[in-house]
Every structure is written in C-alpha cells, then in structure tokens.
C-alpha cells in the first residue's frame, strides 16, 4: 500500500480526466433518497455524497442480473462459443463495504473452479473507493466491513482541505501519475486520516453482536418455533437476495432464437427464498417451507463462508432490511439469537 | 490476488460443453432408458475418466441442462452411459430424441464419490431403491471388474413393481454369480413375481455382515434414506463406513450457482455422495 495526499483543489481535474479518458461508472442521483451507478459522460452527473443505492454497484457490473455464457449454432455440426465481456472500465466512488461484498465475491467466483465470465470483467475493472454515509440500517461496523484494506486500486478519503490517497496496485498508481499530482503522505496526514477514520466509524448506530453466532446458530437450528416467529412474515419474494452485494445464485436457462439455429446459455440470478429453488424434476422440493429458506440464507451468509473462507458472506450494508416488504431484520434476528440461546 | 492474474484469452470456460453423440438408446422399463453417450472428441473421450458416484451435466441444445449419475463401468473409456427417467422437461426431451443425436457434455463432477479405495479388503452391502440403482451401477461394475479385491458382496434392491425393476440383464447376471449376494423386493407384485415384497429396507435386518468390517453404499428417493439409515445404525454399522448418494437441484455443476447447499457443502463440488458421519453433521441432509 502507498500513501500518498491529493490536493483538493486538483480533484475535479482528475475525475474529469478520469471520465474523458474511460467508460467511468459513478454514483448519480435518482431521486430524493437514492444513487445509482450508472455511466457518467459528465462530472456535473456525479455525486459522491450518496447514502443509498439499491443494487450493489459492483455486482451490477461484474455479475449482471442476466448475463449470456455460451452461445452456439445448431447446424449439421454445433459450434459452441464462451461469451466473454472485458472492456476496461472505472468504478468510482464505491464505498468500503461494497468493495469488501466484491472481494467476496472475488473469492467466490474463483474458489474450486475459475469463473471466466466473472473474473474476466474483474479483471479490467479498475476500482476506485470513497466512503459514503451509512443508513441507519447499516451493520457494517459489527461485521468489521465498514474499512476496505484491499480490492480497490485507489481509496480516496476526504480530508479538510486534501484527499488521503491509499494506492493498492502498480495500476492505481499509473493513473495517479498520469492525470494529476500526488505527494507523499506524512505523519501529519495520517494523524488527520485517523481522527477522520474515528469519527467516521463513530456514524454507524446499527450494532450486531455476532461473536458467538457460529457456535449458537446450531443451537437454535432445530428450534422451529423461534424460525417460524423469524419468517412469520416472509412473502418469499427473494427482494433481500436481489439486494445483496455478496448473493450470487443463479439460473442457467438454454434458449433457442426465432431461426431456430443459433442458440445460448444466459444465466440470471436466483433466489434462495423462493418456494421453487430446492425443487427437483419428479416434484421433490428439498426446501418447501419458509422458515427454512430463511434459516438457509441466514447460514449461508453468517457461517458457510467463515468455514470455507474465515469471512461472513455479508457485509452488513442492511439493503435487505430496508428493502424487505415484511420488515424482517437479520440484524435484529443476529441479536435475536443471542438473546434466545442466552436466556 | 485477482488483479494479478495474467492475461489470457480463454477459449473455453466450464459453462462451454463438449459435444457428444447419443450412440444408443435402449430402454429398459416403462419410464427409464439408458443412454450410452461417446464425446466427439475422440482425444476428451479417451481422456473421460471418471470414478463411481460422479456425475455429468447434459445440455439439449436449446432446450437446458441437467445433471446425471453415470451408471457404466468407470474402466470403460469408450463411452459412458446414463440411466435417465422421463419425468423433467430435459429427461423428458432426452427421451423423445433418437440414436446419433447430439448433445452437450460437462464433467464429470463431484469430488464426493463411494470411496471404492477405503471399501478393498472389506465387505461392501449396496442397497439401492428405484432409479437410485442407477449411480450405484458405476460401482457395482467396478467392484465386479476388482471383484478379489473385496470380500463379500451384497447387493440389496427395491422397487415399486415387477416392471419398473431397473437393469435387469444385470441383476440376472449378478444372481448366477456365486459370489454375490443379490436380493430384490418390489412393493407392487403381479402374479408372476415370486421374490420379496415390500420396500427393501426390510432386507436390511437379514445382512449378517460384521459392521465393523462392512461399508454400506445407499441410493434411492430422499424419502428412503432416514429409514435405510435407522436400520443400519440398528445392525450397528458406523456413520463413517455408511455412503449415501444426495441428489438436489443442480444448475452449474462447479459450485457457483448454489443450488445445492446443504449445511455449508454442496452436493456438486463436495458431494454428491457423503458420509453418514457428514451428513449428521450437515443436518436436513436427509
């Protein structure tokens, strides 16, 4: 990592450079609560000071809703094709905890067999971080994501009167270097960067206390009542896996075009909550209830991926709580937990 | 980690699947047909190996894909075969096609297979219920291919009626064979029939295999397991030395698509067959 100071005066100079020079995807109002990324051609469209964004930018980009994977041509021979979309693009000012839900998925998507379609997009994606405000239903604090030490290539953090400027790549530099000036950061600046980084962490109200969780989840699994009460309310409309920058289930669907010859493979995401997801040919649903799918989701977020990989599949961004239609709150329900195996 | 990936154009990814041609089609009872499937490529097929318990991901171009149990004899490098009931829309497809036609393989998959290494030296009873005979054939033809290699040999097989009895050729062989035991069960008999009836778990107390010196390998519906698992743990067989085939929805086959969880594993890249002992562990499992 090298540190270094950005003046700000010099800033828009940089993004403007940035935007003219790269297919530049940034945050941009939508209306009076929430920020898109979206392709911005001119810096008056960016706004950094976001606090709200539904889908999570650099999932959008890296692991799209539908993505196509193979094509082919039924012919008297059937040529089959890989798909593969890498055009070199900047994701500006993605905050920490999305960034920490895209290494997740980093490591998902090359963990026992190697994405092409992921990780080719990934690759080209130069990623620069800014911190954004947290919504009141964020928990990224307690799960220890609200700080991004890796997987951007620039983190920029505003000062007073400069940017702190955290390089994590030979790319990030050469950008750096390229469109505008950096100096060194001194002890001054990182003295600074620290009182800032406090009163940063000091903004996050949601706490989780999920500790103990790992061991207590397996406690409470078989208490059908207590999961019952948990998803009284699920329309298991799978909103919170839409959501989510760390959920990546998905569908393989094969489709044929009008001429009946060329053909492909799409993928599109998939939802652990609804009913059809356990559902095998011969009418046996492995998952028909509920409380169950949610109990799944709820493993598979909080424990699978600490075995697999020592970290939570969640980054507590609270989307899914802000977007679910029968308020049920994982925040809440972490606690829950705790207090149930407790008293 | 990621970034510093070396560029390379890749020409396949493991979506792509390699063509292969339906070389027969026999049907073997009113709802099953076996498919024996050679890889146009004839360096990939003389290179598809396979061990007993994996599984390939078929596509019917233009119409899906779906996963399989391969049901032939792992030594054999020529060809492969799946035993296919019609009963979802790519089976279903699969069924309406005919010889010589094409169609998209992936695979083989699933590091879980019948540990056929650990099972040498030791007794091996295999009890299987309908179509789950079918992921149990692969090892069944590799432990006869080995058959000095294991000790006694129990192959116990339930099914609905008389005419949904799977493999038949098979079994036949297996019952003029001295050195297997072979006993099958229909629920449903006609008139005919003059072997057991009832589910073939009733078998089970008849074993007088010592359990500590016996591996179980079980396959069939979901239903069957927790009650092939009651009698055993009864007979007091280890949950370690008890191999149950899982089968789950299955979308990509490389455990990307998630389909498949059960606890923190997945059917296909850590499965699909498991340990009891696992499987106790994973809870819902069965």
Request: glycine share 6%.
């Amino acid at each position: 990592m090298l540190y270094k100071v950005l003046a700000k005066g010099a800033y828009r100079d940089f993004v403007k450079a940035l935007i003219s020079e790269y297919e530049f995807i940034g945050p941009k109002k939508k209306d009076r609560s929430v920020h898109d990324f979206v392709l911005i051609k001119d810096i008056s469209e960016l706004d950094t000071n976001y606090i709200r964004t539904t889908i999570p930018a650099a999932k959008k980009i890296l692991f799209p809703p539908n993505e196509r994977l193979v094509t082919y041509e039924i012919g008297k021979k059937i040529e089959v094709k890989p798909v593969i979309e890498s055009g070199e693009k900047i994701l500006f000012g993605i905050n920490a905890w999305d960034i920490n839900g895209m290494n997740f998925l980093d490591r998902f998507f090359t963990t026992d067999f190697i994405d092409e379609n992921y990780i080719s997009k990934r690759k080209k994606l130069i990623v620069i971080g800014m911190d954004s405000e947290p919504t009141e239903t964020n928990f990224s604090l307690s799960i220890g994501a609200e700080y991004a030490k890796d997987g951007f290539d620039i983190y920029l953090t505003e000062l007073k009167d400069k940017y702190f400027v955290r390089i994590a790549t030979a790319r990030g530099n050469e950008i750096l270097e390229k469109y505008t000036k950096v100096n060194d950061a001194i002890a001054e600046d990182f003295k600074e960067y620290n009182k800032y980084m406090d009163n940063y962490r000091m903004k996050f109200k949601m706490n989780v206390d999920i500790k103990s969780f790992y061991d207590d989840f397996e406690l409470i699994y078989g208490n059908q009542e207590f999961w019952k009460r948990v998803a009284k309310n699920c329309y298991s409309c799978g909103s919170c896996n839409l959501v989510c920058p760390t959920c990546f289930c998905f569908n393989v669907r094969d489709d044929i075009e009008l001429n009946l010859k060329d053909g492909n493979k799409t993928r599109e995401w998939d939802s652990c909550m609804i009913p059809e997801y356990g559902l095998v040919a011969g009418g046996h649903n492995f998952r028909p209830d509920k409380e169950n799918r949610l109990k799944q989701r709820y493993r598979c977020r909080l424990k699978t991926f600490l075995d697999k990989f020592g970290k939570y599949a969640c980054v507590g961004c609270g989307r899914c709580i802000e977007v679910c239609l029968a308020k049920i709150n994982i925040a809440e329900d972490i606690n829950s937990v705790k207090k149930e195996v407790s008293v | 980690m990621v970034l510093g990936v070396q560029e390379e154009e890749s020409k396949s990814t493991i979506y792509v699947p390699d063509i292969a041609k339906i070389r027969r089609i026999k049907q073997i009872s009113p709802t099953e047909k076996v498919f024996r499937i050679i890889l146009d490529d004839e360096e990939k097929q003389n290179n598809f190996k396979f061990k007993p318990g994996q599984f390939v991901e078929l596509t019917i171009f233009g119409l899906g894909e779906a996963p399989f149990s391969i049901a032939s004899n792992p030594n054999n490098h020529e060809f492969f075969e799946l035993c296919i009931r019609n009963v979802g829309s790519v089976s279903g497809a699969l069924h309406r096609m005919e010889e010589d036609a094409k169609v998209g393989i992936r695979g083989p998959f699933g590091n879980g297979y019948f540990p056929y290494d650990k099972m040498k030296n030791h007794n091996v009873l295999l009890v299987a219920g309908g179509l789950g005979l079918a992921p149990l054939m692969s090892l069944i033809k590799y432990i006869l291919h080995y058959r000095e290699d294991y000790k006694e040999i129990m192959i116990v097989y339930g099914a609905v009626n008389p005419e949904s009895i799977l493999f038949k050729d098979d079994i036949q062989y297996w019952s003029n064979r001295k050195d297997i035991l072979t006993c099958i069960s229909v629920d449903n008999p006609d008139d005919k029939w003059t072997g057991e009836i009832g589910v073939c778990t009733k078998l089970i107390p008849r074993v007088n295999f010592p359990p500590e010196d016996t591996y179980a390998v079980v396959c069939g519906p979901p239903v069957m397991y927790k009650y092939v698992v009651y009698e055993l743990e009864k007979k007091k067989f280890k949950p370690e030395n008890i191999y149950l085939s899982l089968e789950r929805r299955m979308e990509c086959g490389v455990g990307k698509c998630n389909h498949c969880h059960i606890g923190n594993k997945l059917a296909c890249v850590d499965g699909p067959v498991f340990s009891l002992w696992e499987i106790n562990n994973l809870k819902e499992a069965i």
